[in-house]
């Protein structure tokens, strides 16, 4: 399946917005089709590098959506 996400590269460079391609669930997980999403205050500490982590990264943790599809289990 394609998406299209605002990917974060390297910490402290803009989003870069591209379409990328999504595996369907594994067990135990559901793929949701997101209708809207924010980015909040904690999402900027990774985003400027005040906090460690691994990239690539698709920020925004608050999302709302539509159950399309449930892996086993």
């Known amino acids: 399946m394609n998406i299209h996400a605002a ?6 460079a ?4 591209e379409e990328a391609e999504l ?4 067990a135990g997980e559901v793929l949701i089709e ?3 999403a924010g980015v909040c205050r904690s999402d900027l500490h990774p985003a400027r590098g005040d906090w460690p982590t691994r990239t690539p990264l698709v920020l925004g943790h ?3 959506g539509i159950v399309r599809e449930v892996g086993e289990g």
């Open 7 to 12: 990917i974060l590269w390297e910490q402290g």
């Open 14 to 17: 803009p989003l870069s917005v």
């Open 23 to 26: 595996e369907g669930p594994r």
């Open 34 to 36: 997101v209708k809207a």
């Open 62 to 64: 608050e999302g709302a």
